[in-house]
């Protein structure tokens, strides 16, 4: 992997190269190893290295970029080339941004050292791991582990040296028997903080319910969803929507909106890249320090999330959620945790549980709707005890009025998520829309 | 170039591979999008690495390194061998290949014009004049145009004989206007949605679209959407417009034939597939009207290369013929497990991932009609255009699409604009209701550029063609 010195040469190869009023670069290195298996068997296992250099060139107030994934000297300076050939032919002037010279950034826990050196074998054996347990149940397995550990760096010819490192560890499983099935997942910065035999448990518990026969109609039901399910839904609705600039354009559903109530009282969204349990990098892709930024109070959404330029228009200071381009294509988020509450989803005579939904897609952006379907069955919850297993509906729902009805907000907010953009903890939803029988 | 690639092969095979491939793949890219008047992204880039597959002890193993030097692919086999042995100590099945062909080839897309050639100047200025023509239009708020080219050299050796060079080169552009209001965001493309259109092609590819003469019609069409009533709900008859069943096909057919989604390798993440083995030759998918079938040999589609990351020859394959299910998308390991030759279908995303069955092109064969006697020959339905939404269930029955725009239909005449229109059903149900289907004169061929599979995620581009076809009594305004 490259450490701090290796990107403190490639800055000073390329920046001293360029012909450029500022030069930047952003560096990243992956290093990833994957064992996934079905039918209780491993199908695939692989070990990649990818880098990616992006060195981007001002001039005059214009911007080009190229990308490269050769590290030689030669080829730094052929790409850097490359960007200020392509900058002469641009033609947009944006607003002046002054240096952005040194920062100090926030240093928080990101890297384990032990998962660069996990091993196939290894990985086989956390595989077997959750294959034994289908094996004695007279079940299959299938999921897979993965762990990747990375160099992130963003740099700039005025002093910026961002150098971030980070690992990952993820572990999925879905047991089948009898047509049905049950998944879970975990996923950590820490291998530690994984228990494997936590995400087998959580699968076999659901498998071995009975599977029942009732048949669900479409209509509105009493939810609880476990936080990967929620992530699902913040996923898909939110990573784009609390964006200065796609404020301003109007794309948000939350455009118009700022300090009126958007969600129920239950509701608390920050943008905290230094969640403890799965920490993003602490700087966005100016280089600026990222901010924890509290979206949603309460229900109250009360901040958009900045760079420098939306900054400067608004009179106000970056949050650090720059995505490069010079504010023209937006502000993203990077990671979203609901805040958890001192409820319990589950205390309730009867309602759905909810473990994921596939497929999900924002049919509506301005009014965050979506739809999707559930996935590995529905689970009937009786006296907030697991009674049995229903099949799949497809929900239609807009995701900020089902968070006006949130009945009960859990204790714990974990990763979870598709995309690693969320954390959540379990929620009651009351009315949830659900418009098809699969 | 061979000589890294016999490397690497040597190595693996003299730890013990039964079977190895390599692949050193090399780039380059450029991205130009223009939003509102500004030119918002220029961008070049270049990419080059190797990735070797190999069997061990009936088990795969793959890695890959950016790093294209002799230590380096002798590392790397080295690590791949590793990491076939550590699958084998867990596997249910013994993996073995047909017999190779020893392909030894050469092949270059065709391309007309090169577009790295076609100078910077004036595909910007392309995009900007029609950004210009669409903001232009009262009611437009956000314009964006955008213009992606990107060129693949790959070199494929395996260890029994196969020896392919081919150099593929990609085209795609589009542009895109949106009205906003408060309460409101309506959006229309041209060619269509989602980047626009994409090929195996050069520039010449961008000057077919035309797209100064489109800007001003759709713009108004984004603002006319704002005043449109909203789609009817309940069940009509529904005409599809080619680029709509472009990705009607990829969803609900083009996945679902994927032999390695049927055998459970994308269970826990991409899902499943209803199209299993029993089905094969007995399975009615769809009317008689429905042909549906693979082939990566068609000049110009974005699925379209002469061989796969196996070093197999692309070939056509009937996935459906006349409604009824008859083959799958294979690999060399899968195609005995259905008794169908490997057709081809195997690819990997750049030279860091490990191959999968992924689409080609799968397109709709056309039929005899028009779109204006389908048109005429509907009492009440409506015209669909242009995909805005899509999802589907996990095994690919039950889904839901929404499109751009739409136009009902009453007594054989195209009538109002709706907006927001969705639709959904069930994948075989849908298809079999399919009772028309346009002629050869209206069949497009589309290129779809962000397919996802697998795990790593890995992106593959695709193409559909289809000409517009009806579909009777189908579940509409489903939101």
């Not at chain 1, 499983?173 to 009898?178: A, D, L, P, R």
């Not at chain 2, 016999?6 to 050193?24: C, E, F, H, K, S």
Request: hydrophobic fraction near 40%; glycine fraction near 8%; include cysteine.
């Amino acid at each position: 992997m490259m450490d701090k010195s290796l990107v403190e040469r490639i800055t000073t190869v390329v920046t001293g190269h360029a012909v450029a009023d500022q030069t930047m670069l952003m560096i990243t290195d992956e290093k990833q190893g994957l064992t996934r298996f079905t039918d209780n068997s491993i199908h695939q296992n692989v070990v990649t290295r990818s880098v990616e250099i992006m060195i981007s060139v001002v001039r005059n107030n214009r911007i080009a970029s190229v990308l490269t994934n050769r590290t030689e000297p030669e080829q730094l300076r052929r790409a850097v080339d490359d960007a200020v050939r392509m900058v002469a032919h641009q033609q947009t002037s944006f607003p002046e941004l002054p240096p952005l010279g040194p920062q100090e950034y926030r240093r928080m826990a990101a890297v384990d050292p032990v998962i660069p050196a996990v091993t196939p074998e290894e990985r086989g054996e956390m595989v077997q791991c959750l294959v034994a347990p289908a094996k004695a149940e007279g079940a299959t397995a299938a999921g897979a582990v993965a762990h990747s550990s990375y160099s992130f760096a963003v740099t700039d010819s005025s002093g910026v040296m961002a150098f971030h490192e980070g690992s990952d560890f993820q572990v999925s499983v879905t047991y089948m028997k009898n047509g049905g099935s049950a998944w879970a997942q975990d996923k950590a910065w820490r291998a530690a903080d994984l228990d494997i035999q936590a995400v087998s448990n959580r699968a076999m518990t659901k498998l071995r319910l009975p599977l029942l026969k009732d048949r669900l109609v479409p209509g509105r039901y009493r939810v609880i969803l476990e936080p990967h399910a929620v992530a699902n839904l913040m996923e898909t609705t939110m990573w784009n929507a609390f964006g200065a600039l796609q404020y301003e354009e109007g794309r948000s559903f939350l455009s118009g909106k700022l300090n009126t109530l958007v969600t129920g009282e239950s509701v608390t969204i920050r943008d905290n890249a230094f969640f403890p349990r799965y920490p993003q990098i602490p700087f966005d892709l100016e280089g600026y320090p990222r901010q924890e930024v509290t979206l949603i109070e309460r229900g109250r959404f009360i901040n958009t999330l900045h760079d420098r330029l939306t900054a400067a228009r608004h009179g106000t200071v970056s949050t650090g959620h720059s995505i490069g381009s010079r504010a023209t294509l937006g502000q993203s988020a990077s990671r979203l945790v609901l805040a958890p509450g001192d409820g319990d989803p589950m205390a309730v005579d009867r309602a759905l549980l909810i473990s994921r939904f596939h497929y999900n897609r924002e049919v509506d952006p301005k009014h965050s709707r979506a739809t999707g379907v559930t996935r590995n069955g529905i689970i009937l919850v009786e006296d907030g005890k697991m009674k049995g297993v229903l099949h799949d509906l497809r929900y239609n729902e807009s995701v900020m009025a089902a968070f006006q009805r949130i009945e009960a907000v859990g204790t714990e907010t974990l990763p979870a998520g598709e995309y690693g953009l969320a954390a959540a903890p379990a929620l009651r939803i009351a009315d949830f829309t659900f418009t098809e029988t699969l | 170039m061979y000589e890294l690639a016999n490397r690497g092969l040597d190595v693996v095979t003299g730890l013990g591979a039964v079977y190895g491939d390599i692949r050193i793949i090399e780039s380059k890219s450029e991205i130009i999008y223009v939003k509102n008047g500004q030119v918002a992204v220029l961008h070049g880039g270049t990419s080059y690495g190797f990735g070797i597959r190999v069997i061990v002890d009936g088990s795969w193993g793959f890695a890959a390194s950016p790093v294209v030097e002799p230590e380096e692919v002798t590392r790397v086999a080295e690590e791949a061998v590793r990491v076939a042995r550590a699958s084998a100590r867990l596997r249910n099945r013994f993996v073995t290949l047909p017999p190779g062909r020893r392909e030894s080839a050469v092949w270059c897309s065709p391309v007309e014009e090169n577009p790295f050639a076609v100078s910077m100047d004036e595909k910007i200025g392309l995009l900007l004049q029609c950004d210009k023509l669409m903001a232009a239009v009262k009611g437009v708020t956000l314009t964006s145009a955008h213009l992606h080219i990107e060129t693949e050299k790959k070199v494929y050796a395996d260890s029994e004989g196969a020896r392919i060079q081919q150099e593929i080169t990609h085209t795609g552009t589009g542009i895109e206007a949106t009205a906003v209001t408060a309460d409101e965001m309506q959006r229309r493309s041209y060619p269509t949605s989602f980047g626009g259109q994409y090929g195996s092609a050069g520039y010449e590819l961008v000057r077919a679209m035309a797209l100064p003469e489109h800007a001003p019609r759709i713009a108004g069409e984004a603002v006319a959407l704002l005043a449109a009533r909203p789609c009817p709900s309940g069940v009509k008859d529904i005409i599809l417009s080619s680029d709509q069943l472009a990705l009607q096909i990829h969803e609900s057919c083009g996945h679902p034939a994927e032999l390695d989604r049927v055998m459970g390798s994308e269970i826990s993440d991409y899902g499943t597939s209803f199209l299993t083995p029993e089905k094969l030759n007995t399975f009615r998918y769809g009317s008689e009207l429905v042909t549906l079938y693979a082939d990566p040999r068609i000049p110009g589609g974005l699925g379209s290369y002469a061989y796969d990351d196996e070093g197999v020859p692309a070939r056509r394959t009937d996935l459906v013929r006349n409604g009824l299910f008859c083959g799958y998308l294979v690999s060399r390991e899968t195609a005995p497990l259905v008794n169908q030759e490997p057709n081809g279908s195997m690819r990997a995303d750049g030279w860091n991932n490990m191959p999968l069955i992924r689409i080609t092109n799968i397109n709709l064969e056309p039929g005899d009609a028009s779109l204006d006697q389908l048109i005429s020959e509907t009492e009440d339905g409506l015209y669909m255009l242009t995909n805005k939404s899509w999802s589907i269930d996990e095994q690919r029955l039950n889904f839901q699409f929404g499109t751009e725009i739409a136009y009902e239909i009453k007594g054989g005449k195209l009538g109002d604009m709706v907006k927001n229109p969705t639709y959904g059903g069930s994948t075989p149900s849908f298809w079999n209701s399919c009772d028309g289907i346009a002629g050869p004169d209206e069949w497009l061929l589309w290129g779809v550029p962000n397919c996802g599979k697998g795990e790593p995620d890995q992106g593959a581009r695709v193409g559909h063609g289809a000409a517009p076809a009806r579909f009777r009594n189908v579940k509409v305004g489903v939101v």
